[in-house]
């Protein structure tokens, strides 16, 4: 009768590290890291659309009073 080894939830005997416990608390940790990083991405995304809306919005101002001024004249 042979007996296979016992491994417990506390430690991986072909690993020799502790159980999946404190990995998971890292990967929760990884995780949160990466979702604050696309939080932050998505913020500089909505700031440069802004900052472009505002561009084109003060364009179309010159161009209308530019046609404006030459409608005036006529």
């Known amino acids: ?32 890291i ?3 990083l696309a939080r932050a991405r998505i913020r500089e ?3 440069a ?7 084109v919005g003060a364009r179309a101002g010159h161009r209308i009073a530019r046609w404006i001024t030459r409608r005036a004249r006529r």
């Open 34 to 36: 990466y979702e604050e």
């Open 45 to 47: 995304l909505e700031e």
């Open 1 to 32: 009768m042979t007996v296979a080894p016992v491994t417990t939830r506390k430690h991986n005997a072909t690993l020799g590290r502790p159980s999946a416990a404190p990995t998971m608390i890292k990967e929760i940790t990884e995780m949160l």
């Open 49 to 55: 659309i802004h900052t472009q809306r505002a561009r």
